[in-house]
């Protein structure tokens, strides 16, 4: 019985694992082929299938002006707007958090759990909803198309997923270590960041993590609210589709902007495993 | 202001978690208690009887609905916890997790402005005291329930100038041995240092050996505050009664037969108490297990009764008898003789404590 279910965990998680891995490869493998190579037969690995160039990297590199795309910049874009709207985010999402886990507050008939809903509620409705607000709101302020107008719209986006995250957090932190911090000397302000913030670490992680993500992979507000001055990198990917798909560079394009995203799952992975974020209290 | 060592006084206070209601609830009922610096208390009572709720109105923690508490004379009902210089050490483990145990120690005094030399010499006697010095540059988390638990109760006594140090239940995750050891150097410390200790248990055996006066709490209301003789011999309520002591008090339902004597089952047992002006009859008599003695024969003040069961507890038997719907029970001396069937029990009359609507004459 034991065996069985040994065995058929292993299947399950090899089964598991090519099915992830599998594009990854295939991407990897479509990245260093030519026209040739992806066009006339189904070919699999380099120099024993076809003779692997460097042609579908060497583009996105580039400049337009000598026939590349170009994505370094928009990259950089992608990772100030992300990080800057993330930490921006955490903090002030944090500090909601804490408040609404902590006070007792009352508006008529709100009480906390309805404004803990308000703030996820932003993310209940499409975001195609928000794109005419959003448009018009940076348009009046001057920040359409620019790097900071997309952080403010990000902001609104990633802070309900950080208050949610973290409210949740600090519900499971037992009070009686804020009220220990109190007892020994702390005012509220000292025993939220000298004692509650560095025992929250693993649900500011956790906030963290998934605001990178949710802010890299955001298409739509970073496609409807740009045109020319600025461009985040999915939309520059998105728009290295032409007449014939470049099916190379695309696959190189799609690797290096899930960079990213696996190093930090392998960073967060490695604090995790560590047990330094385990059993916050007892 | 800095309260140290200080007459911590509770004026009137009472507490309601839900002050919107129009009928609230009131986890503590209107009182007044006035602790003695200096001195160890025990606070006692069933589960949920208010007890935390009164450390936490003394410690800051929570503000009474009503009333006011005094440091010295000095209002501090509106002062917050970090100015009232309290220490107070929950029932489960409360660490700062990302610090080493030494850390732990040091940060009520960190906290406020101890010098270095001041910290490291307040963190080692406390250490020592508690038996953690070999632990000091492990980070707290590594370590176990009860040595977490002393880390708790080490920082609560870091500081010698405190007003008082509040314990809520604090050796309930601590082994007997220790916790036996760790009663006594708190009586050590509250001796040396003169610091005011308020221990919250529901353990009698903890008040009792601990504490110099016992408050005994019931449903939000001080029953009785007393030396723990007098709870043990004067219990001023049939709860307190049934509550202190091991087995409970016996209780009978009684009636009064003369201005010093009662009938319980139709038989006459006299008391030291003065019941000329009670008008309803029926009352209730209670005598501690400790005091009913086996008599040779029938005669004054002695009852007749069925020996049903007796149990060797080693230092002493425990006997239950039966008199119609009556159960007594009398703890004796383990080498007394037993007979067996009918036996004579003696109540001696300055030890009866007659009780109407529960509350001692």
Same mark, same amino acid.
């Not at chain 1, 045109?227 to 520059?236: A, C, D, M, N, S």
């Not at chain 2, 405190?162 to 082994?175: F, K, N, Q, R």
């Not at chain 2, 008090?249 to 201005?259: Q, Y």
């Given at each position: 019985m034991h065996k069985l279910y040994t065995f058929l965990k292993y299947t399950f998680i090899t089964l598991w694992t090519v099915f992830i891995v599998a594009p990854f490869l295939w991407a990897i493998s479509t990245s260093f082929k030519d026209f040739q190579s992806v066009n006339s037969k189904v070919t699999y690995i380099p120099w024993l299938d076809f003779e692997p160039t460097l042609e579908g990297w060497r583009v996105l590199v580039k400049s337009p002006?000598?026939?590349?795309?170009?994505?370094?910049?928009?990259?950089?874009?992608?990772?100030?707007?992300?990080?800057?709207?993330?930490?921006i985010s955490i903090i002030l999402g944090t500090l909601a958090a804490y408040a609404l886990s902590r006070f007792t507050f009352k508006a008529g008939f709100v009480r906390?759990?309805?404004?803990?809903?308000?703030?996820?509620?932003?993310?209940?409705?499409?975001?195609?909803?928000?794109?005419i607000p959003f448009f018009i709101f940076l348009s009046t302020i001057g920040l359409l198309d620019s790097l900071f107008g997309l952080v403010v719209v990000y902001i609104v986006l990633l802070m309900p997923i950080a208050v949610w995250i973290m409210v949740d957090f600090f519900n499971r932190v037992p009070k009686e270590l804020d009220e220990t911090a109190l007892i020994d000397g702390c005012n509220p302000y000292q025993a939220f960041y000298k004692v509650v913030l560095p025992n929250s670490i693993p649900g500011l992680i956790v906030a963290g993590?998934?605001?990178?993500?949710?802010?890299?992979?955001?298409?739509?507000?970073?496609?409807?609210?740009?045109?020319?001055?600025?461009?985040?990198?999915?939309?520059?990917? *998105?728009?290295?589709?032409?007449?014939?798909?470049?099916?190379?560079?695309?696959?190189?394009?799609?690797l290096i902007s899930v960079a990213p995203l696996i190093i930090v799952a392998f960073v967060v992975e490695r604090y995790l495993s560590k047990g330094n974020l385990s059993g916050a209290l007892k | 202001m800095e309260f140290i060592m200080a007459k911590i006084e509770l004026s009137n206070i009472s507490h309601t978690y839900n002050p919107s209601d129009p009928n609230p609830t009131y986890a503590l009922n209107p009182f007044s208690m006035t602790w003695e610096n200096g001195k160890r208390y025990a606070i006692l009572g069933p589960s949920g009887c208010g007890k935390t709720t009164m450390l936490n109105i003394v410690s800051g923690l929570v503000r009474p609905s009503k009333g006011k508490i005094l440091f010295d004379e000095n209002d501090v009902t509106n002062l917050i916890t970090e100015e009232r210089n309290i220490a107070q050490v929950f029932q489960f483990p409360v660490i700062y997790n990302t610090m080493t145990?030494?850390?732990n120690l040091a940060f009520p005094l960190k906290c406020r402005d101890f010098s270095k030399e001041k910290i490291e010499e307040r963190v080692k006697s406390v250490s020592d005291t508690l038996r953690l010095s070999s632990f000091l540059n492990l980070p707290a988390r590594k370590l176990t329930a009860d040595q977490k638990q002393l880390i708790s109760l080490g920082r609560g006594l870091v500081r010698e100038?405190?007003?008082? *140090?509040?314990?809520?239940?604090?050796?309930? *995750?601590?082994?007997?041995?220790?916790?036996?050891?760790?009663?006594?150097?708190?009586?050590?410390?509250?001796e040396q240092y003169k610091t005011t200790l308020v221990y919250v248990t529901h353990d009698q055996n903890e008040a009792m050996t601990f504490a110099d006066n016992i408050i005994v709490m019931d449903q939000g209301e001080i029953v009785q505050v007393g030396l723990p003789k007098d709870l043990f011999e004067r219990p001023k309520t049939t709860f307190v009664g049934y509550f202190?002591?091991?087995?409970?008090?016996?209780? $009978?339902?009684?009636?009064?037969?003369?201005?010093?004597?009662?009938?319980?089952?139709?038989?006459?047992?006299?008391?030291?108490?003065?019941?000329s002006k009670?008008?309803?009859?029926?009352?209730?008599?209670?005598?501690?297990?400790? $005091?009913?003695?086996?008599?040779?024969?029938?005669?004054?003040?002695?009852i007749k009764a069925l020996l049903k069961r007796v149990e060797d507890f080693g230092n002493f038997k425990l006997l239950t008898a039966s008199m119609g719907d009556f159960v007594i029970k009398s703890k004796v001396n383990r080498e007394m003789p037993i007979p067996n069937g009918d036996i004579n029990l003696y109540i001696p009359p300055e030890k009866c404590c007659v009780y109407i609507n529960e509350k001692l004459i």
């Open positions: 002006a000598r026939g590349g795309v170009d994505i370094v910049e928009p990259y950089f874009n992608s990772i100030f707007v992300t990080c800057t709207a993330s930490l906390n759990n309805d404004i803990t809903f308000f703030f996820i509620s932003q993310r209940i409705m499409p975001p195609i909803v928000l794109s993590m998934f605001c990178i993500i949710f802010g890299w992979i955001d298409f739509f507000f970073a496609f409807i609210l740009t045109f020319t001055e600025v461009q985040l990198l999915p939309v520059k990917v *998105v728009a290295l589709n032409s007449s014939i798909t470049p099916w190379w560079s695309l696959s190189a394009s799609a | 145990v030494y850390d100038d405190v007003a008082g *140090v509040l314990m809520d239940e604090p050796l309930t *995750v601590i082994d007997p041995d220790l916790k036996f050891r760790l009663r006594r150097n708190l009586k050590e410390i509250n202190i002591g091991s087995p409970a008090m016996n209780i $009978f339902e009684s009636e009064v037969s003369s201005d010093y004597s009662v009938k319980i089952n139709n038989i006459e047992i006299k008391t030291n108490s003065n019941l009670i008008k309803d009859k029926n009352v209730k008599l209670g005598i501690r297990s400790e $005091f009913i003695n086996v008599a040779e024969k029938e005669g004054q003040n002695t």
